[in-house]
């Protein structure tokens, strides 16, 4: 054999036992760790009956030395609780809970895992409740535990909603698990478990008042998560029927106002500039920008300027959109959908505001009824009888009498499936107007909608002037000289709405004066236009009237209540305005006006360029100001 051969078998007999060196250090690396390694004095065998009794031996201190670095993370944890970590991990339920009674049988301490709240909803979903509510008493406190085991606790709440209704034993699973899950502060399970059992009266015998106020004592959250969670039960026990508990109920859920809430939640997102540009859009008739806009921001928009957008819309069958037209129902859709996933309450309050711009007062209570949580104290006999009073509207080609149709084409189930949205001070004001408009005609059952709407508003979240508003235009059109008069009779005065709005702290605003000044005007007496003009320009910033008291606060005037004034002063025909007592009422107001324009209390800028204002201006025969009277004023 050559030297070479020599050398070639050499080195092949040297790589085969360097392989097979490596072959059995990996052999071995796997097989250490193929085997669990040995638990802190556990034998890794469970005994026929379900312990292993080796848990409860001592431990040598030369055991935790040896082991103190290979199991370290089972060190921390007592015997029985490792051995119901191992099982668990294993998915090995059923023995984990008989392991579990045999340890409280012994009166074993336990320390809490998050894989309990695991083990929780893995009963509830097999529907063993009584079992999944040993694990819901041993589940650790929410705060510091991952999303995935605080999602856990909500899904075994879930699954135990899911059991029959008419199994008391159930019922009582339910109520101890929703007394756990507020005293380790799980409120999004809390609030599944308790909406659910007062949307379907479960509580015990004592009654829900007893029971929230025992919920409230084991209760360690936050408080404003639990004044939403109690607008929340509120809620689901109206809608459940529960109408006899919902008065004394309602102290519990006002106490903060649920749309004050929102609205400090959406006031950081309103951008004023948004709104400004889209109302210019509008203007301009072009909805293609006006939507663009809004999908673009990432502002919240105004529910006026979403209602201004959805009546345009709602007019019109197809948008032109560029060189395409699309259906309007296609072209509000990702709109629609991008609103609701912002706030769903936004979508709906708009387009109830839309229905009542429209004066589709039929439109806008379908949606209030179908999408809004019921006012207690506007019940359905009385919304029934408002609808049919209302007087008949013409049905046109358009996308809001496709939307009414289809709204008919629903079944009453998938109606009622739906979820409900909370009803806000500026829905109810035009849910009144709505009804208002209904029930014009009808004096009597206007003047029971308006005691009605008093009961309304003692509830404090939604009491405000919007809702004295929608009555003043009927009420003063029904019997305009009653109206503005001051003494008492079977209808409500200007006076009598103010005495109410004072006892329910309601302040009047710029807008409400501006009606009151407005059926004063229309009233045509010359004490009823005295009294007009003496609120005008103490609104404007005159000097105190003897007409009105000292002590009488009243919201500064803007541009918008001298327009409302002079349409009420200007006739619609202007070619008897010519030296006519209404041209004289008018130079007035914009005599006033011109007051406030020096005093700084109206910018003369926004005055020009406040195109409402000017066209009814130029229905007198100067045609207002001119360019240069306005340079004057420092424009």
Not at 132 to 156: D, K
Not at 158 to 175: I, M, Y
Not at 288 to 308: D, N, Q, Y
Not at 458 to 476: D, G, H, V
Request: include cysteine.
């Amino acid at each position: 054999m050559t030297p070479g051969a020599v050398c070639a078998a050499l080195r092949s007999i040297e790589r085969r036992v360097h392989t097979a060196a490596l072959v059995g250090t990996a052999e071995k690396h796997v097989r250490s760790y193929a085997w669990p390694r040995p638990v802190r004095a556990s034998n890794l065998d469970l005994d026929p009956r379900g312990v292993d009794y080796a848990l409860f031996e001592p431990i040598s201190d030369e055991y935790g030395t040896v082991h103190a670095e290979t199991s370290r993370i089972a060190v921390l944890k007592a015997p029985p609780v490792a051995l119901l970590h191992r099982l668990l991990h294993a998915h090995k339920y059923d023995e984990a809970l008989r392991t579990l009674l045999q340890l409280h049988v012994l009166d074993t301490p336990l320390s809490a895992l998050p894989e309990y709240n695991d083990a929780a909803r893995w009963f509830a979903a097999h529907g063993r409740y009584a079992d999944a509510l040993h694990w819901i008493e041993l589940a650790p406190a929410c705060a510091g535990l991952s999303r995935q085991f605080r999602a856990a606790m909500q899904q075994a709440m879930q699954w135990l909603t899911r059991a029959p209704l008419t199994e008391r034993s159930e019922h009582a699973v339910l109520q101890k698990a929703c007394m756990y899950a507020a005293s380790k502060g799980y409120i999004d399970a809390l609030t599944i478990g308790m909406t659910h059992m007062y949307r379907y009266q479960l509580w015990p015998d004592e009654g829900p008042i007893a029971f929230w106020e025992s919920v409230a004592q084991a209760y360690t959250g936050t408080a404003p998560k639990w004044q939403r969670l109690a607008n929340r039960v509120y809620h689901a026990l109206v809608r459940g029927g529960g109408h006899a508990h919902a008065e004394p109920w309602a102290r519990l859920a006002s106490a903060a106002a649920p749309d004050a809430s929102t609205v400090d939640t959406l006031r950081p997102t309103r951008d004023p500039m948004l709104d400004a540009r889209v109302s210019e859009a509008l203007r301009a008739g072009n909805l293609a920008a006006a939507r663009k806009l809004l999908l673009k921001a990432r502002a919240t928009p105004g529910v006026e300027i979403l209602a201004s957008l959805l009546c345009a819309a709602g007019r019109t069958v197809a948008v032109r959109d560029g060189a395409r037209e699309c259906a309007t129902g296609q072209f509000l859709r990702p709109l629609r959908r991008a609103i609701l996933q912002r706030n769903c309450a936004l979508w709906y309050t708009a387009l109830v505001r839309a229905r009542e711009k429209e004066h589709d007062w039929l439109g806008a209570l379908r949606v209030f009824r179908c999408r809004f949580v019921p006012v207690p104290g506007l019940d359905t006999h009385l919304l029934d009888a408002a609808e049919r009073v209302c007087p008949p509207r013409t049905q046109t080609e358009s996308h809001a009498a496709a939307s009414l149709a289809n709204s008919d084409a629903r079944t009453a189930a998938h109606r009622t499936a739906r979820v409900r949205l909370d009803t806000s001070a500026y829905l109810l004001g035009s849910v009144l107007r709505a009804l208002v408009g209904c029930c014009a005609q009808d004096r009597a059952l206007l003047y029971k909608l308006y005691a009605h709407t008093l009961s309304i508003l003692r509830q404090p979240r939604l009491a405000s002037a919007r809702a004295f508003e929608a009555f003043i235009p009927a009420l003063s059109a029904a019997h305009p000289a009653g109206f503005v008069g001051g003494e008492r009779g079977t209808m409500p005065s200007m006076w009598d709405m103010l005495r109410d709005m004072h006892g329910l702290r309601v302040s009047p605003r710029a807008g409400t004066w501006t009606m009151f000044i407005q059926a004063l005007v229309r009233d045509g007496t010359h004490t009823s236009w005295q009294l007009a003009t003496a609120i005008l320009a103490r609104m404007g910033g005159n000097a105190p009237c003897a007409l009105l008291p000292e002590t009488l606060v009243l919201p500064t005037a803007t541009l918008g209540v001298y327009t409302g004034v002079l349409q009420a002063v200007l006739p619609q025909n202007t070619a008897v305005l010519a030296q006519s007592r209404a041209a004289h009422r008018a130079r007035t107001v914009r005599n006033m006006l011109d007051d406030a324009i020096a005093r700084g209390n109206v910018d003369a800028k926004e005055a020009r360029a406040y195109a409402p204002m000017q066209a009814q201006l130029a229905k007198l025969g100067d045609g207002g100001h001119s360019a240069e009277d306005w340079a004057g004023r420092g424009v």
